[in-house]
């Protein structure tokens, strides 16, 4: 049972050398594409890690409404009111018509 390489005759494997695979670090272009790979890398990761830390941060929820008056004036909530209410009442009396 073989696990690693070629077989061959007489029970000989041979495996896959790379030679002279130092002289490739050597390379002027080498480096300098190794280098731009790794800036790039690095730009993505920050810009990546800052978009997710920014949206993690701001608030999801809006503020809560206080008073009356922001009551009535909000646009985003509609509003159910009883005339025969006290609350209905002032209510009615804010908003604008």
Request: hydrophobic share 45%; charged share 20%.
């Amino acid at each position: 049972m073989l696990k690693f390489g070629i077989p061959r005759k007489n029970n000989i494997k041979i495996f896959p050398v790379k030679k002279g695979c130092r002289e490739l670090y050597n390379l002027t272009s080498f480096r300098l594409l190794a280098g731009a790979w790794v800036l790039c890398a690095m730009v993505l990761v920050n810009s990546y890690t800052g978009i997710v830390t920014s949206s993690l941060t701001t608030p999801k929820m809006k503020p809560p409404i206080n008073t009356l008056e922001e009551l009535a004036a909000s646009t985003e909530v509609k509003i159910v009111l009883r005339s025969d209410t006290s609350t209905g009442v002032q209510i009615l009396v804010k908003l604008p018509l």
